[in-house]
């Protein structure tokens, strides 16, 4: 058993219904674990939910945490991974005075050399897409910083596990 603190990511795999969030946060609150990072969508099997939640414990702390989540009644399977079992992205979006684009030939070499993506610009401000590893992110806002970020927003990390996932055969033999 693994001691040392560690960054997880857990995928739970849920049905969709109205307070989860609720009672899943909570295991997590009286635990005295801080949520670094959630988000929700669809998974791959019709109605049902994945959640990527990115958390520091040790690994004796995520089994029981585990244990807990998989108590939930909406709640199907969950499951935990290192970040080298996974591959994962982050995305983020940066706001920025328009001038800057035309007027600072730097901005427009440190959006190509970062590969961001402009998707939109108008008089005021142009906004900035980046999807990419939480470094790649870092150095981008970094990059940006002197010149004004007007507002930045980082979504939660999504992720999928380099092994399969047995849940996948398991839900589609349910269905």
């Not at 970062?114 to 992110?137: C, Y």
């Amino acid at each position: 058993m693994n001691n040392k603190i560690q960054l997880y990511t857990v995928s739970v795999y849920t049905e969709n219904n109205i307070g989860l969030l609720n009672r899943i946060s909570a295991i997590f609150q009286r635990r005295h674990v801080n949520i670094e990072s959630i988000s929700s969508s669809e998974s791959e099997i019709e109605g049902v939910s994945r959640w990527t939640i990115l958390i520091y414990v040790i690994e004796e702390q995520m089994k029981k945490i585990i244990g807990q989540i998989e108590k939930q009644v909406e709640v199907i399977k969950a499951y935990y991974h290192l970040d080298e079992d996974t591959i994962y992205q982050e995305s983020c979006l940066f706001k920025v005075k328009s001038n800057l684009l035309f007027e600072e030939g730097q901005i427009q070499n440190i959006i190509k050399e970062s590969n961001a993506r402009i998707i939109t610009v108008n008089k005021e401000f142009f906004v900035l897409e980046k999807s990419g590893m939480k470094k790649e992110i870092e150095k981008l806002y970094e990059d940006l910083k002197p010149f004004g970020i007007l507002q930045f927003v980082r979504a939660g990390r999504i992720a999928v596990t380099k092994e399969p996932m047995e849940i996948s055969k398991t839900l589609k033999a349910i269905k």
